[in-house]
């Protein structure tokens, strides 16, 4: 085996690695800024079963995990994870990932439930606009879609999945042309966008 092969083949073991042996403080540094999602769920994993940090910090921990569950395509997962962070410090940016998380499993009062909190707690969160944009948009409310779109990026203007979102609720209330110019504008930045979205049943 040459040098530089077996340098690679460590370093895919370091990374593969489990956090157990790791020091609290490694694991709880690993919690947020591990490579892999894996690597952070163990880590989160770790920390929490150890359960030394203040409520709000837990709670952030929680999230942390339920995202990288998320990332995993692992949704009853993420949605335990959710749930728990929100009895610890409920937060705007937990309650639109659950928001989401909602909307793509077709939950969408529930959905609705969500990013409404999350806009309460912080008006300026454009990512529950989105959230809750893409509910109203698999629920067939499409004015609301476009609202919540155009608020969205009025807040972060070219965000790729907001434009992507107006783009079909525009195109199904009959703008064909405009929404097929943010359609392609989204494409422009995440070139599998509409495929994505379309996992998600919206077309």
Not at 54 to 78: C, E, K, S, V, W
Request: aromatic share 8%; with cysteine; net charge positive.
């Amino acid at each position: 085996m040459s040098k530089i092969s077996a340098a690679g083949s460590l370093l895919l073991a370091l990374l593969a690695a489990p956090v157990w042996g790791q020091t609290y403080e490694q694991q709880f540094d690993l919690c947020a800024k591990g490579s892999t999602p894996e690597q952070k769920i163990q880590a989160c994993s770790a920390v929490i079963a150890a359960n030394r940090e203040p409520a709000d910090a837990m709670a952030r921990i929680y999230f942390t995990r339920g995202l990288m569950h998320r990332r995993l395509g692992q949704n009853d997962a993420a949605l335990k994870d959710y749930n728990q962070s929100l009895r610890l410090a409920p937060s705007s940016d937990v309650y639109n990932s659950r928001c989401y998380l909602f909307a793509i499993t077709n939950r969408l009062q529930d959905a609705l439930k969500d990013c409404n909190e999350a806009l309460r707690l912080n008006p300026r969160n454009q990512y529950a606009y989105d959230s809750r944009g893409f509910a109203y948009l698999k629920l067939g409310m499409l004015d609301a879609a476009v609202a919540d779109y155009d608020a969205a990026l009025a807040i972060e203007p070219g965000r790729p999945y907001s434009m992507a979102g107006r783009g079909f609720a525009r195109r199904r209330k009959g703008d064909v042309a405009g929404g097929e110019a943010d359609l392609a504008a989204a494409r422009a930045q995440v070139p599998g966008i509409v495929e994505e979205l379309a996992r998600y049943g919206v077309k």
